[in-house]
């Protein structure tokens, strides 16, 4: 039977906080802009609307619709293994924990637009010399800062650092 202790706790709040400072944004850009619209802010930054049917970089996006359904199990699933994982977790394992919180809180923010409106809302447009990175939003920042973070703490301590504690 999984424990929650207070370190469980924690990175389930910091779970939750990158979920719902997601939803808010994407809530705020929603009320604010129309699908397509775009504000300029500086030479590499920009405010868009857009949706994403696909996964990341729009991967999938013109299936035919079951990429929505395929997704969502598999975000589905891979929270289920993330919120056990983190349980199990040893208290000294803070990086690894902060990382898994970080992917949880992005995978559920994504995965709430999935079901909820049949696609995630990306507005992050970052650009340099007329190339654009693909537009995201804070989920998929949450589970890509919290994917390097996850890379480097194995590559600083690891795979096995458990084991070592």
């Known amino acids: 039977?999984?424990?929650?202790?207070?370190?469980?706790?924690?990175?389930?709040?910091?779970?939750?906080?990158?979920?719902?400072?997601?939803?808010?944004?994407?809530?705020?850009?929603?009320?604010?802009?129309?699908?397509?619209?775009?504000?300029?802010?500086?030479?590499?930054?920009?405010?868009?609307?857009?949706?994403?049917?696909?996964?990341?970089?729009?991967?999938?996006?013109?299936?035919?619709?079951?990429?929505?359904?395929?997704?969502?199990?598999?975000?589905?699933?891979i929270s289920g293994v993330i919120i056990v994982w983190i349980a199990r977790l040893p208290v000294q394992r803070k990086l690894e924990g902060l990382a898994l919180a970080l992917i949880l809180g992005g995978a559920l923010g994504n995965l709430y637009d999935r079901l909820t409106l049949g696609y995630v809302v990306d507005f992050l447009d970052f650009h340099w010399s007329g190339k654009h990175f693909p537009a995201f939003n804070v989920a998929d920042a949450g589970i890509s800062v919290g994917a390097a973070i996850l890379i480097f703490d194995t590559l600083i301590n690891g795979p096995d650092a458990e084991s070592k504690e």
Not at 25 to 39: H, M, N, Q
Not at 48 to 64: E, K, M, P, Q, T
Request: aromatic share 20%; hydrophobic share 55%; charged share 15%.
């Open 1 to 77: 039977m999984l424990r929650l202790r207070g370190q469980t706790l924690v990175w389930f709040a910091i779970a939750a906080a990158v979920l719902l400072l997601d939803q808010w944004s994407k809530l705020w850009i929603v009320e604010r802009y129309a699908y397509g619209d775009t504000e300029f802010f500086s030479s590499f930054f920009n405010l868009v609307r857009a949706h994403n049917y696909g996964a990341a970089f729009s991967f999938l996006s013109d299936a035919g619709g079951w990429q929505r359904w395929g997704f969502s199990l598999l975000a589905t699933v």
